[in-house]
């Protein structure tokens, strides 16, 4: 299995949603989001495999900077929302277990 296989799944404790934009709280931290990031959001509310995320980032927003892939591009996305607590991830090896 690979990162490609894990879930991603917002976790924020309330969101309000602004044309291309989410205004999200977590925890006491309340934090304005960029469009690709407020989509992540709205795309993970129920889960969904960074593959799948990629690919919908990608037809969204279209390719990513020459020299990038789609999955890097994604998993420094998901990383650093990670980091703040908007999305967690769930390995495949978590789920089957």
């Known amino acids: 299995m690979t990162l490609a296989d894990d879930v991603v799944t917002?976790?924020?404790d309330d969101a309000l949603f602004r044309d291309d934009h989410v205004l999200v709280m977590v925890g006491s931290e309340v934090m304005l989001l960029s469009p690709v990031t407020s989509e992540i959001v709205a795309a993970c509310a129920g889960g969904l495999s960074r593959v799948a995320?990629?690919?919908h980032l990608e037809r969204k927003f279209g390719?990513?900077?020459?020299?990038t892939?789609?999955?890097?591009?994604t998993d420094l996305l998901v990383r650093s929302?990670?980091?703040v607590g908007v999305v967690s991830v769930t390995s495949a090896v978590e789920r089957t277990e």
């Open 10 to 12: 917002t976790t924020v």
């Open 53 to 55: 995320l990629g690919q």
């Open 63 to 67: 390719a990513p900077p020459e020299g």
């Open 69 to 73: 892939t789609v999955e890097e591009q």
């Open 81 to 83: 929302l990670t980091d």
